[in-house]
């Protein structure tokens, strides 16, 4: 009975001294960090779920690595917090070794968040580093499932770049820029991970299952990688007193698509928009892009006027839509930049004339004329364009066809200000911006000797413009980075360019797919110009769709003349049921996230649910939807309508639908 009591006793002190350095930190209703003073590391729970298991932190400083295991000496403190996130407490553990900076782990725990944020800190006389990696560890949850899935998230949307939903076995791995996404594509149980500042650094998102078959994740301030962010030189470094990594949201969802959701408002609630607030409603309009390209003329352009205020009166978001001048308009101009806007000018009164908004477009970024050498004077002050021109390694960042510009130099900010404030002028009252990735580029030296990033250069350049357009234009980003755009903008492109094929379709689609959830960052995401030309009713009603599934609607075909395209936009553009969908400016979510594209988005509207499904294939296909798919318990009591034929069908167990091939249909539903 003795050796019974000792073994207890010793078993006891054991435990005690094991759990004597743990602390542990709530978050949520039900999610804990349970901090190890003694190692370093830290372990996250969701209920019973560890979907984070010895997590740590890194950083590298003169080219060393220093690990938060390293170090002999923590001590921890909190702190109760109020802020744009809620209430909550923020932990912070101190750690201090000889021969190493003084490094901080600081969580931000808040009481009705499922999910918590993490940065860290190094401190010194004079500190430098160019890559933080704030969390990274193994994720239990998901060991053995039988089909794990990563999501890779483009840096921009540039180069027809498109999203990724890869199945991972062991030793294997995808890299994604800013967040990272790993499900069980059976349960959609997920952890998301990423940055939701970036003001300063590039973040990439490494999620994989090693050769032991345990699933992993790793979040790295400080990334560049030539195929993602465009870059083929290094990080740039930070330096100072104390330097600070991104802070970076971590969290298990039930549903991984919830938990995007959260994560792109995080994202906006930290780093809130600056760009003017828009109150008017969704936009809808035309692109000069989509059709009519270097053709533009003063008088087709007149002619597109005409017809949209004569022949698409329907088409309209509360009575109003935008005409914009793509690439191409300054062939209207006298003079060069710095010349006669008189034909502009005539064109924008017209436009308001009709009872319609004048668009322009511009790459404020970019140098399109650099083969002619850098000895030509840019526009709007006396530097040469060679001054301005990113220095990148021994050379220059071309890409697309142009060289991008500093935009942290006087003389890009002179070039802004002077087409901007002509513009104006001119009375235009919507931007298309273009290539805004140039000006989010790595530099050995940019000309502001503050600026040591590519991002801290981008928030200049993109505040200059913002300040040069003072609230005149509702301002579209077309080319531009993914998520450090939502700042600056009201308006984004989730993919590059579209046009009219099922193909187009399928590839802007495969960025709503995984990027939906951009929604909540920005005001509206656009589908890019919906063009008809002569593709087959079907093609056409598809690419109409993705317009409305991604929350905009601009169209592009060349209006000037008559064809097959004119008829089929008095038909589907003037569409009424379709229009009210886009009101609330919302994109769609994916049903299915195995797939290049899912087939099927939905979306609740107040108590009516839509149903979006898309046939991208060469032959007749027949879908069956369940009603959970869509967020009902069942279809009974029900109406399904389709919103292209107006035909409505009776209450259903499960719905099936056929659609011809290169066809698409929307179901609208209501009690």
Not at 255 to 266: F, Q, T, V
Not at 315 to 340: A, H, Q, V
Not at 443 to 448: G, L, Q, R
Not at 476 to 496: L, Q, V
Request: include cysteine; proline fraction near 3%.
């Amino acid at each position: 009975m003795i050796k019974i009591k000792l073994l207890s006793c010793l078993f006891f002190l054991v435990f005690f001294l094991s759990h004597a350095n743990a602390i542990t930190f709530k978050f949520g209703r039900s999610g804990k960090i349970i901090y190890d003073l003694k190692s370093g590391t830290f372990s996250a729970y969701l209920n019973s779920d560890e979907f984070l298991k010895d997590g740590f932190s890194t950083f590298k400083e003169n080219n060393k690595l220093y690990s938060s295991k390293d170090y002999l000496q923590r001590n921890y403190s909190s702190t109760k917090i109020s802020d744009q996130f809620g209430k909550g407490v923020k932990h912070t553990i101190e750690l201090k070794g000889a021969g190493r900076p003084d490094m901080k782990q600081i969580f931000y725990a808040y009481d009705q968040l499922p999910y918590f944020l993490c940065e860290i800190e190094i401190a010194g006389a004079s500190v430098s580093s160019n890559e933080m990696i704030p969390v990274q560890g193994g994720l239990p949850i998901l060991n053995g499932i039988k089909e794990i899935r990563s999501v890779f998230v483009p840096f921009d949307n540039d180069t027809f770049i498109s999203y990724n939903s890869k199945q991972l076995s062991k030793n294997e791995q995808q890299l994604s820029a800013e967040v990272g996404v790993i499900y069980d594509n059976t349960s959609f149980k997920g952890v998301i991970s990423g940055s939701v500042n970036h003001r300063v650094w590039k973040t990439g998102v490494t999620t994989g299952i090693d050769t032991g078959g345990n699933t992993f994740i790793k979040v790295q301030a400080g990334f560049t990688e030539k195929d993602i962010t465009r870059d083929v030189i290094p990080h740039g470094v930070l330096k100072g007193h104390i330097v600070k990594s991104p802070m970076i949201f971590y969290g298990l969802f039930e549903d991984w698509r919830i938990g995007m959701n959260a994560y792109a408002k995080a994202n906006r609630i930290a780093e809130p928009p600056i760009v003017f607030k828009w109150k008017h409603p969704t936009p809808l309009g035309w692109n000069s892009w989509g059709a009519m390209q270097e053709k533009i003329s003063f008088d087709k352009i007149v002619k597109v006027t005409d017809f949209f205020a004569d022949s698409l009166k329907a088409f309209r978001s509360e009575g109003t839509i935008y005409i914009d001048l793509d690439s191409y308009w300054d062939n209207m101009l006298k003079g060069g930049l710095e010349g006669d806007y008189s034909k502009l000018k005539e064109f924008a009164d017209y436009v308001k004339k009709r009872g319609l908004k004048p668009g322009i477009y511009w790459a404020p970024f970019t140098d399109w004329g650099f083969k002619s050498g850098g000895d030509r004077r840019a526009e709007g002050g006396n530097y040469k364009f060679s001054q301005l021109w990113t220095k990148v390694g021994a050379g220059y960042h071309d890409l697309d066809g142009a060289r991008a510009l500093d935009p942290t130099h006087p003389g890009t900010q002179q070039r802004i200000a002077l087409v901007i404030g002509k513009l104006k002028e001119c009375g235009y009252e919507m931007i298309k911006i273009d290539f805004l990735g140039h000006a989010a580029i790595e530099s050995d030296h940019f000309y502001d000797p503050k600026i040591s990033t590519g991002m801290q250069a981008y928030e200049v350049g993109m505040s200059f413009l913002l300040k040069q357009l003072d609230d005149k234009m509702l301002v579209y980003a077309a080319i531009s980075p993914t998520m450090a755009s939502g700042r600056y903008i009201h308006m984004r492109r989730i993919a590059c360019d579209a046009f009219k094929s099922i193909k187009d379709t399928k590839y802007t689609l495969n960025s709503l797919t995984y990027g939906w959830w951009q929604t909540h960052l920005y005001d509206y995401m656009d589908a890019d110009h919906v063009v008809l030309g002569a593709e087959s009713i079907g093609a056409n009603r598809a690419r109409t769709l993705s317009a409305i599934v991604t929350g905009t609607f601009i169209v592009g075909d060349d209006f000037s003349a008559k064809g097959a395209w004119t008829e089929r936009a008095a038909e589907l553009f003037q569409n009424k049921a379709l229009l009210a969908v886009i009101r609330d400016g919302k994109s769609f979510m994916p049903i299915e996230a195995d797939k290049e594209a899912s087939e099927m988005f939905v979306k609740q509207s107040g108590n009516t649910h839509y149903l979006a499904i898309f046939n991208y294939g060469d032959k007749e296909k027949k879908f069956v939807v369940n009603a959970t798919a869509i967020g009902l318990k069942s279809f009974i009591g029900y109406q399904l309508e389709d919103l292209f034929t107006h035909k409505s069908s009776a209450p259903v167990s499960a719905a099936e639908f056929v659609l011809a091939a290169g066809d698409a249909t929307l179901i609208k539903i209501t009690k």
